[in-house]
């Protein structure tokens, strides 16, 4: 496992040396190598999946600081775009870019391949799918159909959001028949950091990437013929969805360079010391006094609980000497929880089972799923999971309580629940869904925003980046509204 991490460390060494477009071709310059094996190729590609999502700035991050999770600690000036949502060509600019140079360009070296390399190949799409889904949330209408070419394409076009969206659903069929219909194909063993070569796993995966683009489109008005046909095709095929969390770990050590991306960032360093991250950053105001209000165990799982007591910061707060002079010090907030930090050597969550569960829950209340368990049960599944993952226990006390919001027979709004419930389950592992969800449904409702925002409303998407208009500046479409222009499925 340590050699696996090591190579997909080292990888990019040699391949920055290499053209993507000449993979696997034959090169007599042992000075320039352009020939990289796809057991290397891939552990490096999911390492760069764990980085995009996990590091400090990217996608966690963001949507952790647009739902109101997360807040800073007094003595530190650590989020001030974020609490500003000051929205420009740089604010999180390093998610279109670091997807584009580096994720997907990896997983595009593996989609060239042929037989017997059918089983990375299908691994390849998924994983594309996975992360063209992210970029048109942020974003809408981005570099597709022509993206990834290098020299042959060189200023990519813009390609429409939605057409984007029924693509990937076409890429992810083609995937799973990869998969299926891989005769004598060579399959991936520890190289692969996410399932280590269980390819029925694989295509599970590929079905949960669909359920999550249908039902991100499943407030749309016109939609229905087209989602309930998606998802007859899912049933039809026959394999499910995920059965536990899907995480990257190539084999993640407490050694410098080496440790969860999550972990690295706002855990401990090599050392054992707490990170700079860690101390800045902890619980707003809101998301305490809303969990302690549901009587959610979950609390002290998602955030530390000091010893004066549980106690989070409002966003934005200027004045951290009011009511009480050094309260908001860092030992004495609400920092990031042991339920979500566990350790250097912890997977990098891609996607979780509650949040699967509780995909299933909002299609199956709203009839684009019409067989299997009931929207009550996946609800409730989908809680379990999210206890489950955080160690929090046994979730049938919390569920079974005459409450809105958490009992499924006491929510008037059967949606709002579904939706406020995968808000707690992703806080601190994949919370860019939330925020998504937040723009397409309103959900959860009532959620504060920024003492410092200028605006009365958070962003619903980011702007496309500085370096764009330099180098692609043709095509890059006029920048929508970054407060007002909802992404196409939540218009």
């Known amino acids: 496992m340590k050699n696996i991490l090591k190579y997909a460390f080292l990888l990019l060494a040699t391949v920055l040396m290499a053209s993507c477009e000449e993979f696997l071709d034959v090169n007599d310059d042992p000075n320039n190598p352009v020939t990289v094996s796809p057991d290397l190729v891939l552990p490096t590609a999911q390492v760069y999946t764990a980085n995009v999502l996990h590091q400090n700035r990217y996608f966690n991050n963001l949507g952790n600081m647009m739902m109101y999770n997360w807040s800073q600690s007094d003595g530190f000036a650590w989020y001030p775009d974020e609490f500003k949502y000051n929205v420009t060509s740089s604010f999180?600019?390093?998610?279109?870019?670091?997807?584009?140079?580096?994720?997907?360009?990896?997983?595009?070296?593996?989609d060239q391949l042929e037989s017997p390399y059918d089983n990375y190949k299908a691994i390849a799409k998924v994983m594309k799918a996975y992360h063209f889904q992210l970029l048109v949330d942020c974003y809408g209408d981005i570099p597709y159909s022509e993206a990834l070419l290098r020299s042959q394409e060189a200023t990519p076009k813009y390609d429409d959001a939605k057409g984007i969206y029924e693509n990937l659903i076409l890429q992810l069929d083609t995937a799973i028949l990869l998969i299926k219909n891989a005769q004598n194909a060579v399959v991936p063993g520890l190289d692969d950091a996410i399932f280590k070569g269980n390819m029925n796993n694989w295509v599970k995966f590929a079905n949960t990437v669909k359920l999550r683009i249908l039902v991100r489109q499943s407030s749309m008005a016109g939609r229905d013929a087209y989602l309930k046909a998606e998802f007859a095709k899912i049933a039809s095929e026959g394999s499910g969805?995920?059965?536990?969390?899907?995480?990257?770990?190539?084999?993640?050590?407490?050694?410098?360079?080496?440790?969860?991306?999550?972990?690295?960032?706002?855990?401990?360093?090599?050392?054992?010391?707490?990170?700079?991250?860690?101390?800045?950053?902890?619980?707003?105001?809101?998301?305490?006094?809303?969990?302690?209000?549901?009587?959610?165990?979950?609390?002290?799982?998602?955030?530390?609980?000091?010893?004066?007591?549980?106690?989070?910061?409002?966003?934005?707060?200027?004045?951290?000497?009011?009511?009480?002079?050094?309260?908001?010090?860092?030992?004495?907030?609400?920092?990031?929880?042991?339920?979500?930090?566990?350790?250097?050597?912890?997977?990098?969550?891609?996607?979780?089972?509650?949040?699967?569960?509780?995909?299933?829950?909002?299609?199956?209340?709203?009839?684009?799923?019409?067989?299997?368990?009931?929207?009550?049960?996946?609800?409730?599944?989908?809680?379990?999971?999210?206890?489950?993952?955080?160690?929090?226990?046994?979730?049938?006390?919390?569920?079974?309580?005459?409450?809105n919001l958490a009992g499924w027979d006491a929510s008037s709004n059967k949606i709002q629940a579904i939706i406020t419930q995968k808000w707690i389950a992703v806080n601190g592992m994949s919370a860019e869904q939330s925020w998504f969800d937040y723009s397409r449904t309103g959900y959860p409702a009532g959620l504060p925003i920024s003492l410092q925002a200028t605006t009365s409303n958070r962003p619903v998407r980011l702007f496309y980046p500085a370096g764009e208009y330099s180098s692609n500046g043709a095509n890059v479409p006029a920048q929508p509204n970054a407060f007002t222009e909802k992404i196409f499925w939540g218009k």
């Open 92 to 110: 999180y600019q390093q998610l279109f870019n670091y997807s584009y140079s580096n994720t997907l360009k990896m997983y595009q070296i593996l």
């Open 241 to 403: 969805y995920i059965t536990a969390d899907v995480g990257v770990n190539p084999g993640y050590v407490q050694q410098e360079n080496k440790q969860s991306p999550l972990w690295n960032t706002f855990g401990k360093d090599v050392g054992g010391t707490n990170t700079m991250n860690n101390n800045a950053t902890c619980a707003t105001d809101y998301i305490l006094t809303f969990l302690q209000e549901m009587s959610d165990p979950r609390i002290d799982r998602l955030y530390e609980k000091p010893s004066t007591g549980h106690l989070g910061v409002p966003q934005g707060l200027l004045d951290y000497d009011t009511p009480v002079v050094d309260a908001y010090m860092p030992e004495k907030v609400s920092n990031i929880g042991p339920g979500i930090l566990k350790g250097p050597n912890m997977p990098a969550i891609v996607y979780t089972l509650a949040e699967s569960f509780l995909n299933q829950a909002e299609a199956r209340q709203r009839g684009l799923i019409t067989t299997g368990d009931d929207a009550k049960t996946l609800y409730q599944k989908g809680i379990q999971a999210s206890f489950t993952t955080l160690g929090a226990g046994d979730a049938t006390a919390y569920y079974s309580q005459v409450k």
